[in-house]
């Protein structure tokens, strides 16, 4: 086997290779629990960094941290290396990248209210269309005011002073319900609660900092930590959006390279799609359809193909089938779909295979020459060359130890933002409020009308509410950035 075959994923009655130059296609790593989805994605990720090619993938059970270390001698890796021709089989580590929202098991990575946009954020919060479209609303007032909206203080801040002057801005953007932004105020109260406070901030993830090269010319396998984060489906499911969608938008097209850029695992795919709205999964296919002449290709890993829209399982041209069960008349259908993507191999029925596969082994069918689906092969795969399961909490700290991002994302930076320009022009109008009514108290006494409570200070809160009231119409022209598929539904 040569450097030049591709990467070498099993044997059938012949070896089964992806072809880096085909990668960026997209593919599809499928199968129930326990078949050996996850051996294929170590599997997979390893070929991938030794072709220099950086790797991102949230790792959801904690066992691909594994990959930062040697594998050890077992008789089944051996045997299993054996059977299939692996004469090379050899133990090494890879240059690991740990990430975490959380900042407990590898660095923290945060984005910007502004970067999320509102669709994905009316996504994470889930808002019905009423409440989005006053999302909406208050995404371009900060636009107008020339305001940054970096985290949820500064989305509070400014969502308390939309529904508080709800009618005079009705005019310039629509009905604002004040209901609407009590619902959504409360939403993210849930969502801060459950850790969004942390994510959404400074410094911002840089992207470029995804697409290195660590050791020996080898890619980064950049791993999310993600089973805390998977007790928060939508947090999940919408930073992985995000995270595909900014590099969507940043990266220059390449056309088609020999090599992937980057290749880019959505583990526990169905996620995504689960109650979500179709002009999302629209952009979400849109992506998926473009993306591959940025460089980057996107492999889904689910349980059950039929989780991934046709419209987008019909871009996954590489594939990786483990065994399915047919117990459910669903189950039944799922076998007889997958079977039917892949070109039919005389030797055996693709549907009876499936449900007879053992673990470790799948049906396979990678691009060939000029794009066409390879006829599809029973593979034993190989095993990786990393280890198999999680690395200790040691070993994890001594690779962030050792990382070139130690320290780069820790301290949470705040910079002067929308909460701080409110606050600052509040405290000038209580300030003049204030000197004003000094000077009429010394002048005459004012007595309060019958049955009316009328308080001896103005609020902050209130000052600042009349100071954005008298300079809302002063637009200063600054537009904030966004996350592509915000931008994408606006344009």
Known sequence: MTADTGIFIGKGTRPVYLQPKLANRHGLIAGATGTGKTVSLQVLAEGF??????????????????ISQPGKEHPKLMERAETIGLADYAFEAFPVVFWDLFGNKGHRVRATVSDMGPLLLARMLGLNATQEGVLYAVFKMADDQGMLLLDLKDLRALLMFAGENAKQLTLEYGNIPRASIGAIQRRLLVLEQEGAKQFLGEPALELY??????????????????????????????????????????????????????????????????????????????VVRLIRSKGVGIYFVTQNPLDIPDAI???LGNRIQHALRAFTPRDQKAVRAAAETFRANPAFNAATAIRELGVGEALVSTLGGKGIPGMVERTL??????????????????????????????????????????????????????????????????????????????????????????????????QISRGVLGSILKG
Do not use: C
């Not at 090599?259 to 526990?268: A, H, I, Q, T, Y």
């Not at 070139?404 to 929308?418: C, E, K, L, N, T």
């Open 209 to 286: 900092d995804l697409i290195r090269t660590g050791a020996n010319g080898y890619g980064n396998i950049n791993i999310l930590a993600a089973d805390r984060l998977m007790q928060m489906p939508k947090l999940y499911a919408t930073f992985l959006l995000w995270l595909l969608s900014e590099l969507f938008e940043e990266l220059p097209e390449i056309g088609d390279p020999e090599k992937p850029r980057l290749v880019f695992f959505f583990d526990e795919a169905h996620l995504l799609f689960d109650d979500a709205p179709k002009a999302l999964v629209r952009k979400v296919e849109q």
């Open 49 to 66: 960094s030794r072709r220099g090619v950086p790797v991102f993938m949230a790792d959801v059970k904690g066992d691909l941290s594994g």
């Open 381 to 478: 795969v190989r095993p990786p060359a990393s280890r198999l399961g999680p690395a200790t909490m040691a070993e994890r700290k001594a690779v962030m130890a050792s990382s070139m991002f130690s320290g780069r994302y820790d301290q949470r930076m705040d910079r002067r933002s929308a909460y701080e320009m409110l606050k600052e022009r509040a405290a000038k109008a209580a300030a003049a409020d204030a000197t004003g009514s000094t000077g009429k108290q010394s002048r005459r006494r004012v007595e309060p009308r019958p049955g009316r409570r009328r308080s001896s200070r103005q609020g902050v809160v209130e000052a600042l509410l009349k100071s954005v009231v008298r300079s809302i119409g002063s637009s200063l022209g600054r």
């Open 313 to 315: 399982l019909g871009q």
